[in-house]
């Protein structure tokens, strides 16, 4: 069964940093593609991020670049999304998601809250 | 970017009625070189996170129940539940990978029982 479990979220301040994991399993991780989506509380689906199965291409929603870096470990089986200068736009539920066109299966999804 | 737009934003059906969505792309989504619709559907009930259920625009995933079912080309796409059950109760998302890995999604339409 796949299994994506993501971690790392939490509250933190405008400018401040956090690193999101996703622990994969149930599949050949570094045979897929994977990708960061958010959910603003209340809101509809925005994608973030994704990177090709060997980490060589990364892409990102224009609102994010150059603050986060999505990165993935294909021998430890975990993606990543490191995000800086954090801004209160940026709460939202992050969902990890294998795949970078159709996407699935999602993770549970990890809070984010940036406040003050 | 693909700007996607769904209507309605939320309809409410009595059970064993029909619920239709529709969704259109501010581009054509039908790819030439394979002549697919490069669009999909998803569910997300309450709590949980979105589901797949329809890709290539009318192509079921795997167990998604046969009262689910997508249409449309190019530009305008339906996704018709045929006849609501309790358990369909969610919010659903068309989502366009013609522009594959820049994804966009429709804004989602919430789907209760009347």
């Known amino acids: 069964e796949v299994q994506l479990v993501e971690s790392g979220g939490g509250l933190v301040q405008p400018g401040g940093s956090l690193r999101l994991s996703c622990a994969a399993s149930?599949?050949?991780?570094?045979?897929?593609?994977m990708s960061w989506v958010r959910q603003a509380p209340g809101k509809g689906l925005e994608w973030v991020a994704s990177?090709?199965?060997?980490?060589?291409?990364?892409y990102y929603v224009d609102s994010v670049k150059g603050r986060f870096t999505i990165s993935r470990d294909n021998v430890k089986n975990s993606l990543y999304l490191q995000m800086n200068s954090l801004r209160a736009e940026d709460t939202a539920v992050y969902y990890c998601?294998?795949?970078?066109?159709?996407?699935?299966?999602w993770g549970q999804g990890t809070l984010v809250t940036v406040s003050s | 970017d693909i700007v996607m737009t769904q209507s309605p934003d939320s309809l409410a059906v009595s059970l064993g009625e029909r619920a239709t969505i529709n969704c259109r792309t501010s581009?054509?989504?039908?790819?030439?070189?394979?002549?697919?619709?490069?669009l999909a559907w998803y569910q997300q009930k309450p709590g949980q996170p979105p589901k797949l259920l329809i890709y290539?625009?009318?192509t079921r995933e795997s167990g998604v129940p046969d009262r689910f079912s997508g249409s449309g080309s190019g530009t305008d796409f339906t996704l018709t539940i045929s006849s609501l059950q309790a358990e369909d109760v969610a919010v659903y998302y068309c989502?366009?990978?013609?522009?594959?890995?820049?994804?966009?999604f429709g804004g989602g339409t919430k789907v209760e029982i009347k």
């Open positions: 998601v294998r795949g970078s066109m159709l996407i699935g299966p």
């Open positions: 149930g599949f050949i991780f570094s045979s897929y593609s």
């Open positions: 990177i090709k199965e060997d980490g060589s291409e990364k």
């Open positions: 581009q054509s989504v039908l790819y030439s070189s394979n002549n697919k619709n490069h």
């Open positions: 290539w625009a009318s």
């Open positions: 989502q366009q990978y013609y522009s594959s890995p820049q994804l966009t």
